[in-house]
């Protein structure tokens, strides 16, 4: 639906903000977007190349992802 938004953007913008963060299911932590990043070796060429990507973070697997 696109709709032209002139008034009340900021209140729209921190509502979105709001909704987009999710709990955990689990542990009920709010899940924290990050950028992980790692290392993959190319098999093909032998070299090492570093990859990112987003991760939800939430108590669970914390350990995991900041070791
Ligand atoms: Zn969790």
Redesign the pocket.
């Known amino acids: 639906m696109a709709k032209r938004v002139t008034k009340g953007f900021a209140s729209k913008t921190q509502k979105a903000l709001r909704d987009s963060k999710k709990h955990?299911a689990?542990?009920?932590?709010p899940?924290e977007l990050v950028k992980h990043i790692f290392t993959q070796k190319d098999s093909n060429t032998d070299t090492i190349r570093f990859k990112e990507k987003m991760v939800g973070v939430?108590?669970?697997?914390r350990n995991e992802i900041y070791k």
């Open positions: 955990c689990v542990c009920g932590e899940i939430c108590n669970c697997n």
